[in-house]
């Protein structure tokens, strides 16, 4: 929740089902970002993913072994990140429905933890942004 309200989200996509909820400790971590970013629960994420594709964003998928790396694609229009869980990827349905499935390129690891790997990718979607913005 930090990250996405330091880099600009203007929402986050959760899992009504098997994800943890919002409770006063979690809130009380995320320093005051849950008043700035809504969360939004929903039963089915390839459903939501397809609901946010039909109103014009690009869906992109975030694996440690993924295809392209982030800053290979172009993210400075309207674009929904989706992280899976650490330890199990995304599931087979929101790969499949994804527009592409990305990477963060590291060196010396496996992967990073889905926290640090939202918040790499977010910056990267900022700082895209902020290049067009200059031009």
Not at 68 to 74: C, E, F, T, Y
Request: glycine share 8%; charged share 25%; net charge neutral.
């Amino acid at each position: 929740m930090r990250s996405a309200a330091a880099f600009g989200a203007d929402f986050i996509v959760a899992a009504k089902d098997r994800a943890a909820s919002l409770t006063p400790a979690a809130a009380k971590i995320a320093a005051g970002a849950a008043e700035i970013v809504p969360i939004v629960r929903e039963t089915n994420l390839a459903r939501a993913m397809e609901k946010l594709k039909d109103a014009g964003f690009w869906v992109y998928a975030l694996e440690a072994d993924g295809g392209q790396p982030i800053h290979a694609v172009d993210l400075r229009g309207d674009v929904a990140l989706v992280f899976g869980s650490e330890g199990h990827g995304v599931g087979r349905l929101v790969r499949e429905r994804s527009d592409a499935v990305l990477c963060i390129p590291i060196a010396g690891m496996e992967s990073l933890n889905v926290a640090v790997s939202a918040a790499c990718a977010l910056y990267e979607v900022r700082r895209q942004r902020s290049v067009k913005d200059k031009a």
